[in-house]
């Protein structure tokens, strides 16, 4: 087995720096947000954020056996250490994966504190000052996903005059790009199983995409999400539908684990098809970018790998002159070192915002200033991410049943 411990000898004192503890706890904002931790003997405490959900607390704590006393200056190293040392948990993909991103995203901040510099620098530099976010919208009131099954509210929250007054709404707070949902009840109809849209429903859809359009004109960018429930031929029925609208794209229109279908949508479509959230490393994204099978990539660094890892991906990308939007659902946390991401490499498009009905977002940091203003965030110059934790709004929202950072 290969060995990512240190073998290194010459460092300079002032860097050489042990890692004494990763911790991590949940805070239930929109979603479970998993914060994480990493303290280390000079007196600096880096920050991360991993992908929401169950699974991330139990593996962070298990990283410490192994990372404790590890150099938090050697990020990249680290990162493969832990996919090395839980190869046998499933760790080159999943829920390992989701949890090293995590805390790849905390070294980053440790590091840059440690050295006094943001993040964006480490990266490579910077090639834009402020990055331009879209923002994840619901008509009506956003469907809840509990204990496994979707539940929607009545139809008429989905009405097209329902997604027309929310687009306005939101594009009145300054965002000039928006993200819906479009998949829906009515593709349950007649079978819920077998991923095939009735021309019904296709119909509903194209209402909805021109209420849309009518009501915030083509300046806007707008895009489309389906959450992977199409076969590819109503995939394709739909994306010929809407091509009228200029999208900024379609996103997972069909299930993700197969390569070819995917690559057979994109091409078939002159509507741009984006994909790439629920795929783990470079290795999961390659093919679909050598061989041109999407328009827009987008992975999502909190679960993909880490920063560094979006960045690789990212280079793929602009090899084939395909641009990236980052798909986020995070916390300011994980938000603000996606920003460094968009502020470090040059193929960067859009970064998604996907918490507009949690009023107290912005609370969580300790900040005088929103971060997102006129739909863009600033690149923070602070060392690190730049972002510092408001204790008391974060010990107010964690998790039932849990305590804070452990
Ligand atoms: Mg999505």
Not at 381 to 406: K, M, N, Q, W, Y
Request: some cysteine.
């Amino acid at each position: 087995m290969r060995d990512y411990s240190n073998h290194t000898e010459h460092r300079a004192a002032e860097r050489d720096v042990e890692i004494t503890e990763i911790r991590s706890c949940v805070v239930e904002g929109n979603f479970e947000w998993n914060l994480i931790e990493v303290e280390t003997d000079a007196g600096v405490t880096g920050i991360g954020e991993a992908y929401r959900g169950g699974g991330v607390p139990e593996i962070v704590e298990y990283t410490n056996r192994f990372l404790v006393g590890e150099n938090p200056l050697d990020v990249e190293r680290l990162f493969r250490r832990i996919v090395q040392e839980m190869s046998g948990h499933g760790g080159t993909t999943g829920k390992v994966v989701t949890a090293a991103s995590g805390i790849e995203i905390a070294l980053w901040d440790a590091a840059g504190k440690l050295l006094d510099v943001p993040v964006y620098q480490l990266l490579g530099g910077k090639f834009r000052d402020d990055v331009r976010i879209y923002c994840d919208c619901h008509a009506g009131e956003a469907y809840a996903v509990e204990d496994g099954y979707t539940e929607y509210a009545d139809a008429e929250a989905y009405s097209p005059a329902a997604y027309a007054a929310e687009a306005r709404r939101v594009v009145d707070m300054g965002f000039t790009a928006l993200k819906f949902d479009l998949d829906m009840e009515a593709d349950n109809e007649p079978d819920p199983y077998n991923g095939r849209l009735s021309n019904a429903a296709i119909a509903e859809k194209r209402e909805i995409v021109a209420a849309v359009r009518e009501e915030i004109g083509y300046d806007v960018d707008l895009a489309f999400d389906c959450h992977w429930d199409y076969t590819v031929e109503s995939a394709k029925r739909l994306a010929y539908e809407l091509e009228e609208f200029d999208l900024m794209w379609l996103e997972d229109l069909v299930p993700p684990e197969n390569m070819t279908a995917q690559k057979e949508v994109t091409r078939a479509t002159r509507t741009p098809v984006a994909t790439g959230e629920n795929r783990f490393r470079v290795h999961e994204l390659s093919e679909l970018l050598y061989d041109h099978g999407v328009d827009v990539i987008t992975p999502d660094p909190t679960t993909v790998g880490g920063l560094a890892e979006t960045v690789r991906i990212a280079d793929r990308a602009e090899e084939n002159y395909i641009p990236v939007s980052p798909h986020n659902v995070c916390s300011p946390v994980g938000t603000m070192a996606c920003v460094h991401l968009g502020a470090a490499i040059p193929n960067f498009d859009l970064l998604e915002y996907h918490a507009l009905e949690v009023e107290w977002w912005d609370d969580l940091l300790v900040r005088e200033e929103p971060v997102i203003q006129d739909g863009y965030v600033e690149v923070p110059e602070e060392p690190g991410i730049g972002v510092e934790l408001d204790r008391e709004v974060l010990d107010a929202h964690l998790l039932e049943g849990t305590s804070g950072f452990t």
